[in-house]
């Protein structure tokens, strides 16, 4: 439930790796060798040992994190330091390490990040090691007399698989304000990403970081956005008649769920097989987004309708709408909004069977005679119908609407880790493949 920007008509991206990586890696004293990430660039240690130390060892939290003042120098000078990740940011413990005269750095990641990392262009030789090596490092200083260590510096390696990964930062399902719309929407490439940056500051954005470049490596979120952002300005411009929701539908409808070892993707915390509420509908792929075959359309009045269906009055929904609007006498079900993605609530305290319907409607935009049949991957434990079993489009018939039914025995449901089961429709014309993620999860009524 980490996954933020939630409304239904924003596109909410999560971040995946790419087949590159920037591999560094930490030689202990002991000759064993762990691998890690690093996009530090400037004069190497050229295999020279030096003391190990790691601050965290005293039990204090601010130096195992390496915080600002916390570092004793002369505990450090002339070490390289282990710092634990979070709290602040990776590339400022690097600083916080060079100020107090050490000579370089080793980042581990905690549980939450596991085996997830990312390059930074850190001020001192840095390499980011996974959680499993992170354990390793501070196990040899604790057992040791006198710990010793060097970093060595890979540059960059391409055709790394499996890839797409999805990150370890990458927001995750459920949706914490409306269950009933599945998010994240889809990933994109987030992770050690290439970009034009400016020479007002340098690579760490770090205020002593005097280094100017023309160009600067960022992880997050917030580098997979702008892929989509840029997808979304090409379809428009190929479709200018496609309304937002359209192009959405589009990216998620066509979107990837295998990476380049023609495998499920997987999560790169924990290295398992991701779900739904880690990746969404997949992955984005531009070129069959072009041509999605058919797409969910959403309305502004359809967005009222959802908006009123989750208990907003007219004159809050105004506030967004900047006009007049009127709710129906009957709720409309938030979940029958038009969305490309199906997520269906049962309740927990169900006796026997219970059985959820959803209603949709698909609109034709590639030839415009055409028939489509669906398939279905029931989630495990569930029975999923559809009906009509075809959708007959034709030069006049360009809209069809179609039913599903989603039934479950909730009492003997076998949730996943994340408390949903997961699965997918998908309508094919023999060409095209139209592909809705389904999750089934059980709630509480209030």
């Known amino acids: 439930m980490s996954v933020t920007n939630l409304a239904p008509w924003i596109v909410t991206v999560g971040a995946g790796t790419i087949d590159r990586n920037f591999p560094a890696e930490v030689v202990l004293g002991n000759g064993k060798r762990l691998s890690g990430v690093s996009l530090y660039a400037g004069l190497p240690l050229s295999g020279k040992m030096y003391p190990l130390v790691y601050p965290g060892k005293s039990g204090v939290l601010s130096a195992s994190l390496c915080m600002e003042n916390s570092l004793d120098p002369n505990m450090v000078k002339g070490k390289i330091v282990v710092c634990d990740r979070g709290s602040s940011a990776r590339v400022a413990k690097g600083l916080v390490v060079k100020k107090a005269g050490g000579v370089g750095m080793i980042l581990a990641n905690g549980i939450s990040n596991g085996e997830g990392l990312v390059g930074d262009a850190h001020l001192i030789p840095t390499c980011a090691l996974g959680s499993d090596e992170g354990d390793t490092v501070k196990a040899y200083v604790s057992a040791t007399s006198n710990p010793a260590a060097t970093i060595a510096f890979k540059g960059t390696v391409i055709g790394i698989k499996p890839a797409p990964v999805v990150a370890s930062f990458s927001g995750r399902g459920p949706n914490g304000l409306t269950p009933e719309i599945l998010k994240p929407d889809l990933i994109a490439p987030g992770v050690n990403i290439l970009a034009a940056w400016t020479d007002a500051v340098g690579p760490t954005g770090l205020d002593s970081d005097t280094r100017k470049t023309e160009f600067n490596i960022l992880s997050g979120t917030s580098m997979a956005c702008p892929h989509v952002s840029g997808a979304a300005a090409l379809l428009k411009s190929a479709h200018p008649d496609w309304s937002p929701a359209a192009i959405r539908s589009a990216m998620m409808t066509t979107a990837n769920t295998f990476n380049n070892l023609n495998q499920s993707m997987t999560d790169e915390a924990t290295g398992n097989v991701s779900s739904s509420y880690d990746l969404g509908a997949g992955h984005l792929n531009l070129d069959r987004a072009m041509d999605p075959g058919l797409v969910y359309d959403i309305t502004n009045n359809d967005y009222v309708n959802f908006l009123c269906g989750i208990g907003y009055g007219p004159r809050e929904i105004q506030v967004i709408t900047r006009s007049p609007v009127s709710c129906l006498e009957k709720k409309p079900l938030p979940e029958n909004l038009n969305y490309p993605s199906i997520a269906a609530l049962l309740p927990s305290s169900a006796k026997g069977a219970t059985s959820k319907a959803f209603i949709r409607t698909v609109t034709n935009v590639g030839q415009p005679d055409a028939v489509y049949r669906f398939t279905i991957q029931a989630p495990k434990g569930v029975t999923v119908t559809v009906k009509p079993p075809k959708l007959v489009f034709t ?38 493949v139209v592909r809705s993620p389904i999750l089934v999860t059980q709630i509480d009524p209030l």
């Open 395 to 432: 030069e006049a018939v360009k809209k069809q609407s179609f039913i599903v039914t989603i039934t479950a025995n909730t009492r003997n449901l076998m949730l996943d880790d994340s408390g949903a089961v997961f699965g997918s429709l998908s309508w094919s014309d023999g060409k095209h």
